[in-house]
């Protein structure tokens, strides 16, 4: 059986999606360590998916990419994804990408792809890669 959100993560995501709703594309997740970040965006994505949008999950580390994939496994959300030596698999709604690889192969993706990009340590996103990536698709959610 998946996990449920606790409270606090719960409100989390309803605030999320309030400021979505006041039309902001780009909006910031805190949680202390230990909080369950990985939990709330796979319930994110799980919940985006199946409303016909396609995310990516961008991370840097493979440690990351693992422990991405194992929590969407738990919730039962069918993903791809994008790291050095596997090839892609663009049928899954939802994408867990190492941000090396997928910068490589951004030429691959039409910037309208993703209508959401969750960024794991969003510290990262003004660097290069990241930054790259963002910029390419333009138009999703971050």
Known sequence: MAPALRPYQQEAVERL??????????????LPTGGGKTV?????AQQ??????????????????EQAS??????GVRHGLIAAGRA??????????S???????LRQLPP???????????HHSNAGQWSRIIQHFHGAHL
């Open 17 to 30: 999606r309030m400021a979505f709703r006041q039309g902001h594309r780009g909006v910031l997740f805190v």
């Open 40 to 44: 709330v965006f796979s319930h994110i």
């Open 48 to 65: 985006s998916a199946s409303l016909g949008n396609r995310i990516a999950v961008l991370v840097h580390r493979v440690e990351l990419l």
């Open 70 to 75: 194992r929590s969407l496994d738990t919730l």
């Open 88 to 97: 892609m698999n663009l049928a899954a709604p939802v994408q867990v990408a």
């Open 99 to 105: 941000v090396g690889t997928l910068t490589r192969r």
């Open 112 to 122: 309208e792809f993703f209508q959401l990009l969750v960024i794991d340590e969003a």
